[in-house]
């Protein structure tokens, strides 16, 4: 089993940037796949971002493409969502989750999730 803690949400302007960071417990990081799911009040759980072990592949929901970027630093266990050009749209509680093998933009098929951290996008 893998703990997930996330960090760095908070409340930001519309227009404003907001980094998330996901330090992850594994041995073998490099082994998971990592995603970002985001779940707004009264919504379901959605897809955001995954990027898989070594980094090199990333894939995002069409909401977010062309504004957030997911990434991993392995040396420190950690992948980040860095968010740009925030929009109202975009508030919710952030979830980082891991599974072994390759990416999938399915939340079923991940074992792990972190508590989540909230982000307020105000206009």
């Known amino acids: 089993q893998v703990q997930l803690v996330e960090s760095g949400g908070g409340s930001v302007q519309a227009g404003g940037s907001v980094r998330l960071s996901c330090a992850a417990s594994a041995r073998a990081f490099t082994t998971y796949a990592m995603a970002w799911f985001r779940q707004a009040p009264g919504k379901q759980r959605e897809f955001v971002a995954t990027i898989n072990g070594d980094g090199g592949m990333t894939q995002y929901a069409p909401s977010v493409r062309g504004r957030f970027t997911v990434s991993r630093d392995n040396a420190k266990n950690t992948v980040y969502l860095q968010m740009n050009n925030l929009q109202s749209d975009d508030t919710a509680v952030y979830y980082c989750?891991?599974?072994?093998?390759?990416?999938?933009?399915?939340?079923?098929?991940?074992?792990?999730w972190g508590q989540g951290t909230q982000v307020t996008v105000s206009a």
């Open positions: 989750a891991a599974k072994r093998g390759p990416t999938s933009m399915a939340a079923g098929f991940y074992d792990d």
